[in-house]
Nanobody
Framework: QVQLVESGGGLVQAGGSLRLSCAASGRTFSNYVMGWFRQAPGKEREFVARVSLSGIPYYGDFVKGRFTISRDNAKNTVSLQMNNLKPEDTAVYYC???????????????WGQGTQVTVSS
């Protein structure tokens, strides 16, 4: 089992920044691909970003250079720096861990409870 706890969500104005963090415990963190997903009310869960075991990032098309994902295997954490936030980024953001590199939520085995991000216009 891997336990994931997100933090760092909140309310921010459009154009602002937030940094989300996810702390992992349980099995060896460095053995897992880490991802961030988000889900807005009434919408499907959407891939945001993932980082491979070696730290290579990959982003959803909508990110367009605004977000940066990183992992710290020594601290068992993964972070998502979000800049130039837009109202359409409003969603619950989830941290996920899996053993397959991918962008589909079903490929991830463990999930956090989520953290709310609200961007006002």
């Amino acid at each position: 089992q891997v336990q994931l706890v997100e933090s760092g969500g909140g309310l921010v104005q459009a154009g602002g920044s937030l940094r989300l963090s996810c702390a992992a415990s349980g099995r060896t963190f460095s053995n897992y691909v880490m991802g961030w997903f988000r889900q807005a009310p009434g919408k499907e869960r959407e891939f945001v970003a993932r980082v491979s075991l070696s730290g290579i990032p990959y982003y959803g098309d909508f990110v367009k250079g605004r977000f940066t994902i990183s992992r710290d295997n020594a601290k068992n954490t993964v972070s998502l720096q979000m800049n130039n936030l837009k109202p359409e980024d409003t969603a619950v953001y989830y941290c996920a861990a899996g053993q397959v590199v991918g962008q589909i939520s079903g490929q991830y085995d463990y999930w956090g409870q989520g953290t709310q991000v609200t961007v006002s216009s």
